[in-house]
């Protein structure tokens, strides 16, 4: 068997690298293992404004994700770059199974965390990457001088419009509500861009289109009310981002850990149904999903994972 | 990894003989600057049996969107000038894009 960690930490967003990082100080041997890129969510946000200290010049969620990836691998934690496709989350020694190789621990955080919500509407997902898109900073010039949606009316989807203004002629909120969800001081600065539109209580109910996203059509959802909207004809495409929140990442876990809605609930701890395990970030049962409060479900959660390995010395 | 761009695409890629393959990435796109390490590994691997390109379609939209480009990061197959395969966003992850080239060189 190969060598048994004390701590496993799934998924290298700011909840596992910030569990990473508490348990490399506490000097427990730790394992990060990651699928993709760091950062999860906040790798494709360009502006983080509300976590406390980040406001250097220019900061974005890449250059905060690359400072906390090296303070982790500063105090020790080890990094993996695998595919976990099965786990078994129960006993004394937990085994992940992943594409290039097992894994063991003593003790797991699950900081996994949620990917982005689809937009719900019919043909959507033929045109995720022809027209659709979740990630404005990979797609955003693509439409610089077209039309573009987006829909959603929390924080994500205000800053993400404003950012698309800058590339886009013009740009249209589509927002299920007749008022935004964002922060007031968000709303504040939308409202004056002179280039955001907004289209109040609409969903989008199709999309369509020859091989790129050409049409859609949106309907109102207090009269029911269907119109189609089709792209300009100079332009010949539009764009359409989604920001309407998250699903969490949890499908790996199912029959083992507890979950409501596909979310973990957790103790104030971050203690699951099982000994040893715990969840950290987007992917528990948590009124707020921000980068603050991800970092400190990550730091518990290291914390309650030295005190179980301490607690199981023989 | 031969760098491409909108005047050299046509002859190194759509004229090229056999397969060529295309990591399309744009300035900013935090996932193609993830995955483009992947790639030029790939290229050590496996480029005696297949061209390696790459297209920075920031500095060329127009040729990305007529090439049904809209969103990255793509690693595509090319052969006779048609893409013939592609894998997009999500599913371009290394294991898939590896998985792709080793379909096509077989």
Not at chain 2, 14 to 22: C, D, E, N
Not at chain 2, 26 to 54: I, R
């Amino acid at each position: 068997m190969s060598k048994i960690y004390d701590v496993i930490v799934l998924g290298a967003g700011p909840a596992g690298l910030t569990a990473g990082l508490y348990a490399g100080r506490a000097r427990l041997s730790t394992l990060i293992i990651e699928k993709g890129q760091d950062g999860g969510q906040i790798a494709i946000t360009n502006e983080i404004e509300n976590y406390p200290g980040a406001q250097l010049e220019g900061e974005s969620g890449p250059s905060l994700i690359a400072r906390m990836t090296k303070q982790a691998e500063k105090f020790g934690a080890e990094r993996a770059r695998d595919s976990i496709k099965s786990v078994e989350l129960t006993g004394d020694v937990k085994k992940l199974v992943g594409t290039k190789g097992e894994y063991y621990a003593k003790t797991v955080i699950l900081a996994t965390g949620a990917f982005p919500r689809p937009i719900g509407c019919k043909n959507e997902g033929k045109f995720v990457g022809k027209g659709i898109s979740f990630c404005a900073t990979c797609d955003a010039a693509f439409f610089e001088g077209m039309e573009v949606y987006v829909v959603g009316g929390g924080d994500a989807a205000v800053e993400e419009a404003m950012y698309l203004t800058k590339f886009a002629r013009k740009v249209t909120i589509i927002h299920r509500r007749n008022e935004l969800r964002a922060a007031k001081s968000i709303q504040e600065k939308a409202f004056k861009n002179e280039k955001l539109h907004f289209m109040w209580d609409t969903v989008v109910d199709e999309v369509d289109g020859d091989e790129i996203l050409t049409k859609m059509v949106v309907k109102n959802v207090k009269t029911g009310e269907l119109t189609t909207i089709e792209a300009d004809e100079d332009d010949g495409m539009f764009g359409l981002f989604g920001f309407i929140g998250l699903l969490p990442n949890t499908a790996l876990y199912e029959g083992q850990v507890n979950m409501e809605n596909g979310y973990i609930p957790t103790d104030d701890n971050m203690h699951t149904n099982l000994d040893g395990v715990y969840a950290a970030g987007d992917l528990r049962v948590k009124s707020l999903r921000q980068v603050v409060t991800a970092a400190a479900d990550g730091a518990i959660a290291a914390m309650q994972a030295e005190k179980y390995i301490a607690d199981h010395k023989e | 990894m031969l760098e491409v761009d909108k005047n050299t695409f046509e002859a190194e890629v759509l004229q090229a003989p056999g397969k060529v393959l295309v990591d399309f990435y744009g300035d900013g796109c935090v996932p193609c600057a993830a995955l483009m390490p992947y790639v030029h590994g790939y290229a050590e691997t496996y480029g005696d049996k297949l061209k390696f390109c790459a297209l920075n379609t920031t500095k060329a939209r127009r040729l990305a969107i007529s090439q049904k480009v809209l969103g990255l990061p793509v690693i595509a197959i090319y052969e006779n000038g048609e893409m013939i395969d592609s894998l997009v966003k999500d599913d371009a992850t290394p294991e898939n894009v590896e998985n792709m080239i080793k379909k096509h060189i077989g």
